[in-house]
């Protein structure tokens, strides 16, 4: 009789990316307040290669918290990685000053881009940005960072590509 064994071994799956606009505050006057940048990698869990690979893979715009989801491109991860790797490799927070003017004192919300990463379930990266947008009414933004139409301010539109 011969007993062969197999051994089936499942690597871990990559770093799951969520990217998405927070809400920092809103007002119907002129918002001025500062930011922190923020890194917080576990590298008991992960590395800063393996969140950029998983950043420059595509990633998930919006998540659960908006309702909605959408399936940012490779083109779209590589140039947020690109936009991100600098607050990736840092481990100290900055602080930054963040002003919307509100000449027509409607109502206008401060959002700050930031990206959540989670490994077989756990979260791994939770990074907050230095770029943020001002937006009137309390719309979240619809697009990645860096990827909001030019002619558009309030970054309904997204650049063509931005999405799979």
Do not use: H
Request: charged letters at 20%; one cysteine or more; aromatic letters at 6%.
């Amino acid at each position: 009789m011969v007993v062969t064994s197999s051994v089936i071994i499942i690597g871990e799956k990559p770093v799951e990316i969520i990217g998405y606009w927070q809400k920092v505050l809103s007002s119907n006057d002129e918002i001025t307040t500062s930011l922190e940048q923020t890194s917080g990698i576990d590298k008991s869990k992960t590395t800063e290669n393996e969140i950029s690979a998983s950043i420059t893979a595509g990633f998930e715009l919006g998540g659960d918290i908006y309702g909605y989801k959408a399936s940012v491109s490779a083109t779209a991860g590589t140039a947020v990685k690109d936009t991100v790797s600098q607050t990736l490799s840092s481990s100290n927070t900055r602080t930054i000053e963040a002003k919307c003017t509100n000449p027509d004192k409607v109502k206008m919300t401060l959002w700050q881009w930031s990206m959540t990463g989670k490994k077989n379930g756990e979260l791994v990266m939770d990074l907050t940005e230095n770029e943020f947008i001002c937006k009137k009414g309390s719309k979240p933004p619809k697009c990645p960072v860096g990827f909001c139409n030019d002619n558009d301010p309030q970054c309904e539109t997204c650049i063509p590509g931005t999405f799979n």
